[in-house]
């Protein structure tokens, strides 16, 4: 028989895997920026927005024109690590020899799911402080056509026709589609090509309407102190955190220490004007609008 050891690379990524796994809002965000968070580089990077250019014409027998001579001017979002996210339980004598069984549902999940809760409330502050779209209207017998509007809204703004769109709403607008007339969800189980996704961080009569990349969300596990004496960082379920398990000598109990950096932001839409120009849009890949 094989034996397992607890080691703290497993506890850490036991406690990453339960993060990865309990996301729902920030599940749905852009995420491909951790890599880009390395030590030594600070806590801002720049995401390239590509330059663009129109193309030119001239007559197929022409031979006298000279060609025209375009220029590529790219462009750049900044994305910063705001936050340094932990929870930090002190652990008694009494407590690991008489109370806890189990170290990984006493102590490890409750300590992972307080990050997941304070990513995802950072997540539902952003999409939150998307302004209010007030020309779109609502009816709860016909939700489904504020959808409609809402995804026309989304073009307009310059959204790609192959993004896909997602839609997190409150507990009441999701009854009114629950309770909505046939033809309000799609064969595919959407609802006017969005996915929508329950959330009770947004108001019972909010709406966000939005496309992956209008929200960035960056969670990097920090490095392990060298004077740490049992600690990891590690990436699992698409999540990153560090865990440092040390003794205070000073109160004589453990300390439990679980963390991450977080950052979260809205991010511009960027829009191919087709004369060779890129504009940066505010807030043009998300929508919301309050039904009540």
């Known amino acids: 028989m094989t034996n397992t050891f607890l080691t703290a690379d497993n506890i850490a990524r036991t406690a990453a895997a339960i993060v990865g796994q309990d996301l729902n809002l920030a599940g749905k965000v852009y995420r491909d920026l951790e890599a880009d968070f390395a030590t030594g580089k600070g806590n801002t990077v720049k995401i390239r927005v590509p330059g663009a250019v129109a193309a030119q014409t001239r007559g197929i027998y022409d031979t006298s024109t000279p060609l025209v001579s375009d220029e590529i001017a790219e462009q750049s979002i900044d994305v910063e690590l705001t936050d340094h996210v932990y929870d930090n339980v002190v652990l008694s004598d009494g407590d690991l020899d008489l109370e806890i069984t189990d170290y990984t549902a006493q102590v490890l999940l409750p300590q992972a799911a307080a990050i997941v809760k304070h990513v995802e409330r950072a997540v539902a502050s952003a999409m939150k402080a998307t302004p209010e779209t007030a020309t779109i209207t609502y009816s709860a017998a016909t939700p489904a056509k504020t959808f409609t509007q809402m995804r026309k809204e989304l073009r307009d703004n310059g959204v790609p026709t192959e993004a896909p769109l997602i839609a997190a709403v409150g507990s ?50 920090p490095r392990v102190p060298d004077g740490a004496p049992f600690g990891a960082s590690v990436s699992e379920s ?6 440092i398990r040390s003794f205070d000598g000073t109160v004589a109990a453990d300390r439990s220490l679980v963390s991450a950096f977080v950052g979260v932001q809205a991010m511009p839409l960027a829009v191919d004007n087709e004369d060779g120009t890129v504009s940066l849009v505010d807030n043009g890949g998300a929508v919301r609008v309050l039904t009540a």
């Open 238 to 243: 698409g999540f990153s955190l560090r865990y």
């Open 172 to 221: 009441a607008v999701y009854a009114d589609l629950l309770d909505g007339p046939a033809g309000t969800w799609d064969e595919s189980g959407k609802v006017r090509g969005f996915e929508i996704v329950e959330s009770t961080r947004l108001a019972a009569d909010e709406i966000v309407g939005f496309i992956k990349e209008a929200f960035a969300l960056v969670v990097r596990a």
